[in-house]
């Protein structure tokens, strides 16, 4: 239960401010925007370097909040709480988090580096259907698990902030609205990207290259 201290916060729910700050930044900024990359602009030359440099964003931010919310829960004088008595679902559930987004970004750098044979696809959604390395449509079906667990680890965020918040303060409305609202916006972008590519995948076959960077190499778009 929260041990109020009056107003300000201190040395625990500030890092914990700093550890939701990074975390937010991570699963509603640098993730959602690589992935909204990936699905609308994969013929572009430039994607790849863009998902890779937002998902690298993404890795640094995850490392940092991770470390925060272990320092944070430890100034408590009770360790980690993944174990034990105190453990709760937003402590495990973060742990998870990390790990599957660590193992996504070598799943992500493993994919880029697999070769697919050039070959003509028809009709909707080339992305699916494209002959490519099963590492690449593994990396892609589960980053989104992944990126899906990145909100559920906002929303278990912001109710144990209002469970064990040491100013015994609540998450602002505002900011609980601003989170619905961003989530759905990004879902919307992305299940719009999908029907996009359905409907003109029916209107041009694609040329599917070996590479995301293929366009650079020899036009080739990527899929
Ligand atoms: C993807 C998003 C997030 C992940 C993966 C995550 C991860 C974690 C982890 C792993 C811990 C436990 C550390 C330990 O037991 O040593 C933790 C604790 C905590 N996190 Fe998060 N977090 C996320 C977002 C947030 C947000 C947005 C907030 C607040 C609005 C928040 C508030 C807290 C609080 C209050 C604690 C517990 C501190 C305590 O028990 O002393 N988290 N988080
Ligand atoms: C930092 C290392 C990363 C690299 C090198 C990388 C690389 C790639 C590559 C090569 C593809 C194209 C796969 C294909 O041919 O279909 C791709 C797509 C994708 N990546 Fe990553 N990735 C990285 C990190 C991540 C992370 C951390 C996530 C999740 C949080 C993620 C989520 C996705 C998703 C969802 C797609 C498919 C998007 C779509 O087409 O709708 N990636 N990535």
Redesign the pocket.
């Known amino acids: 239960m929260p041990d109020a201290k009056g107003p300000g916060f201190d040395y625990h729910d500030t890092l914990i401010i700093a550890h939701a700050v990074f975390a937010s930044m991570a699963a509603l900024i640098t993730?959602p925007a690589?992935?909204l990359v990936?699905?609308y602009f994969?013929s572009r030359t430039w994607w790849?370097k863009a998902?890779?440099i937002l998902?690298?964003v993404?890795?640094a931010f995850t490392i940092i909040f991770f470390t925060i919310s272990t320092v944070a829960v430890a100034s408590g004088g009770h360790g980690t709480q993944f174990v034990g008595p105190k453990k709760d679902p937003h402590h495990d559930l973060g742990l998870a988090i990390a790990i599957l987004?660590w193992v996504?970004?070598i799943f992500?750098?493993a994919?880029?580096y697999t070769h697919t044979a050039h070959a003509i696809t028809r009709g909707a959604f080339p992305?699916i259907k494209a002959k490519?390395s099963p590492l690449?449509h593994l990396?892609?079906w589960y980053?989104?698990f992944?990126?899906g667990l990145l909100y559920a680890g906002i929303k278990t965020g912001i109710d144990e902030w209002n469970m064990v918040a040491d100013s015994g303060t609540l998450v602002p409305r505002g900011i609980e609205i601003a989170f619905w609202v961003i989530f759905a916006l990004e879902i919307a972008a992305y299940v719009i990207g999908w029907f996009l590519e359905a409907f003109r995948g029916e209107r041009k076959s694609h040329m599917i290259s070996d590479h995301?960077t293929d366009e650079e190499k020899d036009g080739t778009p990527s899929i």
């Open positions: 993730a690589a992935i990936a699905r994969r790849f998902h890779i998902q690298i993404t890795v987004l996504e970004a992500g750098v994919a880029h992305t490519k690449r990396h892609a980053g989104i992944v990126a995301p």
